[in-house]
């Protein structure tokens, strides 16, 4: 299935906190067991996080600026109007408008 939007900001922004949180909970993990120093393992796996979600943040809006892998959407049907069609489709049938 097509994608109908560009990825905000926002969605950028937890979906980079997301995998971060899984990415430094196994580093720290591995850290302290290798080490047996917690302390260690957490401010390792704090700064490699905090330094991890940036970039990866820069990474994905930087690929928000290529377009390759990406096809126009058809000029009929804008992205923003899915939502509305689709409403509308269920009040037309439930009102019998296309009823055969």
Do not use: Q, Y
């Not at 971060?20 to 067991?33: E, M, P, Q, S």
């Not at 302390?39 to 990474?59: D, Q, R, T, W, Y």
Request: proline share 3%; charged share 20%.
């Amino acid at each position: 299935m097509a994608a109908t939007h560009r990825e905000s900001a926002r969605r950028s922004i937890l979906k980079a906190a997301s995998w971060r949180i899984l990415g430094t909970l196994i580093t720290t993990a591995f850290v302290c067991a290798t080490t047996g120093r917690p302390l260690l393992a957490l401010s390792i796996g704090g700064a490699e996080g905090l330094l991890k979600i940036v970039f990866f943040f820069l990474h994905e809006r930087a690929w928000n600026l290529v377009d390759v892998g990406r096809e126009d959407l058809p000029a009929m049907v804008p992205a923003r109007s899915a939502t509305r069609a689709s409403r509308w489709i269920v009040e037309d049938r439930d009102a019998g408008v296309h009823a055969s």
